[in-house]
Nanobody, 117 residues
Framework: QVQLVESGGGLVQAGGSLRLSCAAS????????MAWYRQAPGKQREFVAR??????NYADSVKGRFTISRDNAKNTGYLQMNSLKPEDTAVYYC????????????WGQGTQVTVSS
């Protein structure tokens, strides 16, 4: 059974930083794809970043400010968020999919990030 557990959200002032973590069990991040999505109030869930063996991708809105990474020994993924803006306020979700799959079948419970102006 695959489980993803996020942590690290909170309240931060604009310009500040946060690091989100996603601890996984039942799936090995180093050989599959892990991603971060977010959903702001009244908006659809949107892609933030993803990482696998071959590529690292970012949404244009976070490029240069956010960094996705993983610790293979801990089977944990991270999202380092710098220069945060109020428009980054959202619930952030960790997602995972098996190598070669075309959709994310596994999602964490989400962690709230609030950026005050």
């Amino acid at each position: 059974q695959v489980q993803l557990v996020e942590s690290g959200g909170g309240l931060v002032q604009a310009g500040g930083s946060l690091r989100l973590s996603c601890a996984a069990s039942g799936i090995i991040f180093s050989s599959n794809t892990m991603a971060w999505y977010r959903q702001a109030p009244g908006k659809q869930r949107e892609f933030v970043a993803r990482i696998n063996t071959y590529v690292t991708n970012y949404a244009d809105s976070v490029k240069g400010r956010f960094t996705i990474s993983r610790d293979n020994a801990k089977n944990t993924g991270y999202l380092q968020m710098n220069s945060l803006k109020p428009e980054d306020t959202a619930v952030y979700y960790c997602a995972a999919r098996w190598s070669g799959a075309d959709r994310y079948d596994y999602w964490g419970q989400g962690t709230q990030v609030t950026v005050s102006s």
